[in-house]
Structures are given as C-alpha cells and as structure tokens.
C-alpha cells in the first residue's frame, strides 16, 4: 500500500521529511517562500506577468527543481513552485514533495494532488462541525478517544448512506449536517405490537421522497448481498 501524506508548510520540516523518505512514505507539504525561491524563479514569474498583463486575466505557470536549504535540510529534495500573477499582485506558492518527476508534471501535482488537501480539511471540519468530533472533554485518554471513533463512525455510515441511496436527489451533495437535520431528525410516532414496530411520519415531511428512495436502494442492495 502507498501511503501519501499531504500538509501545509508547517510540516516540512527535515525531521518528518527525513523519517518519511526513510520508511517509503510519501509526502507533499506546502513550503513556506523566500527570497532563495523567488529568485529560483524569477524567470517564469516574469513571463507570467507579461502574459497576465497582456490577456488581463491571471496567469500561472509552473516549474519543478530540486532544492536544498543553506543549513536546515540535510538533503536535497524536489521542489514544485506555482507563479501565478492577479490583477497586478503575484501569489507564487511552493511546495516539496518526494513524487518523482515522471509521475506527475508540476501543474498537475499542485493543483489536483496537493490543493485537494483543502476539500480533506472541509471534510474534518464537516465531523467536527456536524458530528460533534471536538467534543473531547471527558477525563481520559480513552474516552476520548472512543467519542472519536463514535464521530468517525458515524461520518462513514452517513457518507456511506449518501453514496449508495442519495444519488441524484437534492441530498446528493449534501453535508452529514444537513442529511441529518432533513433526513433522520424527524418527528415520528412509534407504535408497539406483538409482531411489528410501526414509525408514522407526518404527511408534510419536506424528504418523503428521498427517504422512500434510500429506503428503497438500500433494500435492494441488501438483497443483492
């Protein structure tokens, strides 16, 4: 299994790095700019102002190099560096990664590779947020740890219910917050007899029709099983 481990700037560090390339970890962390790097690409930034003053729309362009520090790496490692010039205002981003140059030209590792990092920290904020994963307040370790993995469970069902019953209805893209508050937290009655347990739901529930088709896909999938 190959592992890939993404982070902003404040990971790369040659400490983490080092133990990474060490035991075939891969990574891809942001790195912070100086004037070392801005120098390293003068020349592309140069061209992608012109070109940005020309068309008057931003323009970006990409380079990969290898590149060490003056005294805090103690090895040398690729770097990807972004030159992107906006309404006159540039906005150059570096990042160092161990992908080798054959595996993926520049614009491609930065832009689908180490920006979706931003759609993986929406998605931590979405269990935090909707799934109550920053309640860690109990005295120990260990509970803390099983509210974790409560969060964590029920963030994979949730997304697993989406997925497999929630295709193409307005709940398709939907976050775990809102599939909760139209879907599961509904006012229902529940009546007991000696063969069955019968849920009454209120005839203007706004998601009959997306509950009746995820119940529907997840009975035929349970049949197929």
């Not at 902003?8 to 790095?17: P, T």
């Not at 005295?139 to 994979?156: E, G, K």
């Not at 209120?202 to 999938?221: G, K, S, T, V, Y």
Request: hydrophobic content about 40%.
């Amino acid at each position: 299994m190959r592992i890939l481990v993404r982070g902003d700037s404040g990971f790369a560090r040659d400490s983490l790095m080092t133990w990474c390339e060490d035991n075939h970890v891969d990574f891809l962390f942001g790195l912070a700019g100086n004037t070392r790097l801005y120098d390293r690409i003068a020349s592309l930034s140069a061209e992608v102002r012109d070109e940005a003053a020309t068309t008057g729309r931003a323009a970006r362009g990409f380079a990969s190099f290898d590149w060490i520090t003056k005294d805090s790496w103690t090895r040398r490692r690729r770097v990807v560096a972004k030159a992107e010039w906006r309404h006159g205002n540039r906005y150059h981003r570096f990042i160092v990664t161990t992908l080798p140059q054959g595996m993926s030209d520049p614009r491609h590792l930065y832009e689908q590779i180490y920006c979706a990092r931003g759609d993986m920290e929406n998605r931590i904020k979405e269990c935090q947020m909707d799934l109550f994963s920053d309640r860690t307040s109990s005295h120990t370790i260990r509970a803390n740890q099983l509210r974790l993995w409560f969060s964590a469970a029920a963030y994979v069902l949730l997304t697993a219910l989406q997925r497999l019953a929630l295709g193409q209805t307005s709940l398709e893209t939907a976050t775990c917050g809102t599939i909760r508050a139209r879907l599961l937290k509904i006012a229902t009655r529940v009546t007991l007899s000696v063969r069955r347990i019968v849920l009454s739901m209120p005839d203007m529930f706004p998601c009959q029709h997306e509950f009746a088709l995820a119940h529907a896909r997840l009975r035929r999938l349970r049949q197929a099983i």
